[in-house]
């Protein structure tokens, strides 16, 4: 049906920068909004950030000023984009996107598999 699958997590340093991409395949209609969460060892999974199909972003307070979310609408892809990371920013990262799977349907959730992010210092 529809398939979130991430790419770009990685070993980083600290201070680093890496990229993830998010790739949403099969039955889609349309794409609403898209966002990246993140869930480190014994943590709650959390919001970094989102985008919506118009462009409007919004941050978590840990990622403002670091992060970079885009995405392109043509390729049904989520970017983040990640820079001067610290050993906090180390999670599994995972893309969520609101997906309408045919004209007349809801609206509904998917996610991704997940992709690790380390960063060491």
């Known amino acids: 049906q529809v398939q979130l699958v991430e790419s770009g997590g990685g070993l980083a340093q600290a201070g680093g920068s890496l990229r993830l991409s998010c790739v949403a395949s099969?039955?889609?209609?349309?794409?609403?909004?898209m966002g990246w969460y993140r869930q480190a060892p014994g943590k709650q999974r959390e919001l970094v950030a989102s985008?919506?199909?118009?462009?409007?972003?919004n941050y978590a307070d840990s990622a403002k000023g670091r992060f970079t979310i885009s995405r392109d609408n043509v390729k049904n892809t989520v970017y983040l984009e990640m820079n001067s990371l610290t050993a906090e920013d180390t999670a599994a990262y995972s893309c969520n996107a609101e997906i309408r799977t045919r004209r007349l349907d809801s609206y509904q959730f998917y996610w991704g598999q997940g992709t690790q992010v380390t960063i060491s210092t």
């Open positions: 099969g039955r889609i209609f349309s794409i609403n909004d």
């Open positions: 985008i919506t199909s118009g462009g409007t972003t």
